[in-house]
């Protein structure tokens, strides 16, 4: 229970930062270098980003140093990232911009997993940062 707080602490840190750079990406550099490339460009910030918010919650919060405190803090926020993007239909390729229903949402990820693994290895690595603060 004591890492619930700074679980989802760090998940406002990381979501709050894409949900920013996420609409600079789509509004101003989809426009000029397309889907791909602009994802390609957002990257390295979202991991910068994402790790100092990972040390700022570790330091932030009186949480046990072990690894297993730090990766359940990773975890819960795992969880509620995975959550909200269910909720919300926002895990979808680009050039979608309706709502899916759950069962397209799942269909299209099984099917994409392969092809659009770039996004699962981000949640991996935004997650496992803790660790390593």
């Given at each position: 229970?004591?890492?619930?707080?700074?679980?989802?602490?760090y998940?406002?840190?990381?979501?709050?930062?894409?949900?920013?750079?996420?609409?600079?990406?789509?509004?101003?550099?989809?426009?000029?270098?397309?889907?791909?490339?602009?994802?390609?460009?957002?990257?390295?910030?979202?991991?910068?980003a994402?790790?100092?918010?990972?040390?700022?919650?570790?330091?932030?919060?009186?949480?046990?140093?072990?690894?297993?405190?730090?990766?359940?803090?990773?975890?819960i926020?795992?969880?509620?990232?995975?959550?909200?993007?269910?909720?919300?239909?926002?895990?979808?390729?680009?050039?979608?911009?309706?709502?899916?229903?759950?069962?397209?949402?799942?269909?299209?990820?099984?099917?994409?997993?392969?092809?659009?693994?770039?996004?699962?290895?981000?949640?991996?690595?935004?997650?496992?940062?803790?660790?390593?603060?």
């Amino acid at each position: 229970m004591q890492a619930l707080k700074p679980g989802f602490v760090y998940f406002l840190l990381v979501f709050g930062t894409g949900f920013v750079l996420g609409t600079i990406r789509v509004f101003l550099i989809v426009p000029l270098v397309g889907h791909r490339t602009a994802e390609l460009l957002e990257m390295p910030l979202m991991l910068i980003a994402t790790v100092l918010a990972a040390r700022w919650t570790i330091r932030r919060f009186s949480e046990p140093r072990t690894s297993a405190a730090r990766l359940s803090i990773g975890g819960i926020a795992l969880g509620l990232m995975l959550a909200g993007e269910l909720a919300s239909g926002r895990h979808r390729t680009p050039g979608h911009d309706r709502r899916r229903s759950l069962p397209e949402q799942r269909s299209e990820f099984r099917d994409g997993l392969l092809r659009e693994s770039d996004s699962l290895r981000r949640h991996a690595m935004a997650r496992l940062a803790p660790v390593t603060g």
